[in-house]
């Protein structure tokens, strides 16, 4: 009866787990589509920046302008901008991030280049600190929004703009989790500073949305596309071609890293959808694997009282 007891016990706390995981599949779900909607309303002022920025660039050319975020100088420094998240039970995204970081850190070390940290998230930050010997860290930062705003994307922004107007750094990447679709993601590293100018527009970039058909969560993806107006052939600037750039410029960058915030945050929220709803499915299997355990054991327990009644009744005759 002990043994019975233990696996009654044990169904109830599967159970009560599969209840949890199944709540936090859901929460997750819905800041998945809240993710979704920030990247959708931010997409047109990020189309029509991305459009001025390209006009301009083919009306005066960027080659003769005096811009510090274009500047390419000779590289000694180099900054690494890691995304993570500042809680785990998201399956391998943050163990990933952390991954790829330590590879391009090593890859740049082997090149002879100096390299530091900038650190967004938790997860990262405990990672490297207890590795402080190995790694220099430059700036941290936590609890940012799930969905990550533009308050806080202006923040880092502007620590990194200070480091590389100063030459502190020479280069900057950002390594972060690309979102493909709510079973899918990727780490990719992304040149942030300096600026390229031939890589301002982007078609190739994705929208994804998270829509439900016959009841299930789904994703339709498309690619991305500049609609905003070019700009009149017969128009007059006031300002400078410094001045313009040194305007916009900021902005594009911290729009830049905004986007990559965002798809960071979606590609954490689908890792833990996905996590939670496998940890509920194996709750379920185990629960019904731990319930025929019971039947057959209390089966047994059953028959083994049955057989000594019979036994007992069979000595008395």
Not at 24 to 45: N, T
Not at 228 to 251: K, M
Not at 276 to 304: H, V
Request: charge should be neutral.
């Amino acid at each position: 009866m002990a043994n019975l007891k233990e696996i009654r016990d044990r169904i109830s706390s599967v159970k009560n787990t599969r209840k949890i995981t199944e709540a936090m599949r859901l929460v997750a779900a819905a800041k998945v589509r809240r993710a979704q909607d920030q990247v959708l309303r931010s997409r047109p002022f990020a189309d029509r920046l991305a459009r001025v920025l390209e006009n301009l660039q083919s009306r005066m050319g960027f080659e003769d302008v005096d811009a510090p975020l274009l500047e390419s100088r000779q590289v000694d420094q180099i900054t690494l901008l890691a995304v993570t998240g500042d809680r785990g039970l998201c399956g391998g995204y943050n163990a990933n991030i952390i991954k790829r970081t330590e590879q391009r850190h090593a890859e740049l070390v082997g090149q002879g280049f100096k390299v530091d940290l900038v650190l967004i998230g938790r997860k990262a930050i405990s990672y490297f600190q207890n590795r402080a010997s190995t790694y220099t860290i430059r700036a941290t930062f936590t609890g940012l929004e799930q969905v990550p705003s533009a308050e806080e994307a202006r923040a880092i922004s502007n620590e990194i703009l200070a480091e590389f107007l100063s030459a502190s750094t020479d280069r900057v990447e950002i390594i972060f989790t690309k979102f493909i679709n709510l079973v899918s993601s990727r780490p990719v590293i992304q040149t942030l500073l300096p600026l390229d100018p031939q890589g301002i527009a982007t078609p190739e970039d994705e929208i994804f949305r998270l829509t439900t058909r016959e009841g299930r969560l789904v994703v339709e993806a498309g690619n991305s596309s500049n609609v905003a107006p070019a700009l009149p052939s017969d128009i007059i600037f006031d300002q400078s071609p410094e001045q313009l750039l040194n305007a916009l410029l900021p902005l594009y960058m911290q729009n830049q890293l905004l986007r990559s915030l965002q798809e960071a945050a979606a590609s954490e929220l689908a890792s833990r959808m996905t996590a939670m709803n496998n940890a509920s499915d194996n709750a379920k299997a185990l629960a019904k694997t731990l319930t025929l355990d019971y039947n057959k054991a209390r089966q047994a327990a059953i028959t083994q009282e049955i057989l000594e009644v019979v036994g007992g009744s069979a000595a008395m005759a």
